[in-house]
């Protein structure tokens, strides 16, 4: 006697029926599976959301993943996956912060409902060689501190977009480069997926939320709060030109001596030179002890009457 399909633990080609619970969180490891659960999704008339992240989450992926389920009639995919590819040599990744527990119970108490978390072998099998080049702009900023940094993101997310298929994907602006690169990448390669920036979560004192945030100790969280300090001179500077701008910000950072600054420069929002007027992006990345950090900001550049 032939099962009812809801009773049915193998489909009609002898595979394991994907995992799905209404309401309920579902965590997958396998690419294969979570693709058939997101195909059936949309062949029942929903949307897929998608929020990628490394995991470590606090409230910035929590202010993602409420933008995702916010979205009318979809089902939420986040994405955990500490991504090897985007780190350097000499980077943080053994001590990257993971919390997988407490990041389930993120995801449990935001209601979404399956979580993407593959192990390195899985993303990357023996023989995985192919690599999305990010063009020049992966060589500068970000890029040109951490080589190979972009090409490792952009990979990893262009496979995630490959196996979710989302219709809506969701980023955090703080890492500005990395949602233009994305965005550019979208384009590029036709990908039928939207890409929605999500502005920046901050603590009350402005410093930006970060993972990375768990490596300061109570001194250099304090003096964290110096680069939102700089982008905020930085933005009242903007009627006063572009020059002015970068002038502002930096006068604020050499302030804190413990900041070791890497970059401070004014672009326009796809990161191509600084407007002599419009809108323009201010972005600052800087160290604290061994803790590299990034934050930025728009910026309204005037004429001066």
């Known amino acids: 006697m032939t099962r009812p399909s809801s009773l049915r633990t193998h489909d009609l080609l002898g595979r394991s029926r994907p995992k799905y619970v209404k309401d309920g969180l579902t965590v997958h490891t396998d690419p294969n599976t979570l693709r058939r659960v ?34 009318p009639g979809s089902s939420t995919v986040v994405s955990i996956f500490v991504n090897p590819r985007q780190f350097g040599p000499t980077e943080d990744f053994d001590r990257y912060p993971r919390a997988f527990e407490a990041d389930l119970e993120m995801c449990r108490e935001e209601g979404v409902e ?11 099998p023996a023989g995985f060689t192919t690599s999305i080049d990010p063009g020049p702009l ?43 690169l994305i965005r550019r990448m979208v384009r590029d390669l036709d990908i039928d997926v939207h890409v929605v920036g999500v502005p920046t979560v901050r603590e009350t004192d402005g410093l930006a939320r970060s993972s990375r945030n768990a490596y300061l100790d109570e001194t250099q969280r304090r003096q964290a709060v110096a680069i939102s300090a700089a ?42 030179p600084a407007p002599t007027i419009g809108d323009a992006r201010l972005l600052i990345a800087a160290r604290l002890g061994a803790t590299r950090l990034i934050d930025n900001a728009h910026v309204s550049v005037t004429e001066r009457v």
Not at 43 to 48: A, D, H, L
């Open 38 to 71: 997101t195909k059936a999704m949309r062949g029942g008339g929903r949307r897929v959301t998608l929020v990628p992240t490394m995991g470590a989450l606090h409230d910035g992926h929590r202010e993602l993943m409420r933008r995702a389920r916010s979205i």
């Open 114 to 124: 399956l979580v993407f978390a593959p192990d390195v072998d899985t993303m990357y």
């Open 138 to 180: 992966g060589a500068e900023l970000e890029g040109a501190a951490r080589p190979g940094h972009f090409a490792g993101m952009l990979t990893v997310v262009n496979k995630l977009f490959a196996i979710c298929v989302p219709d809506v994907a969701f980023f955090g602006e703080k890492d500005w480069q990395q949602l233009a």
């Open 231 to 272: 982008l905020s001179a930085g933005q009242y500077a903007g009627e006063q030109g572009p020059e002015a701008v970068v002038a502002a910000a930096r006068e604020v950072l050499a302030a804190e001596p413990a900041l070791e600054v890497d970059y401070v420069e004014l672009r326009d929002p796809e990161l191509g």
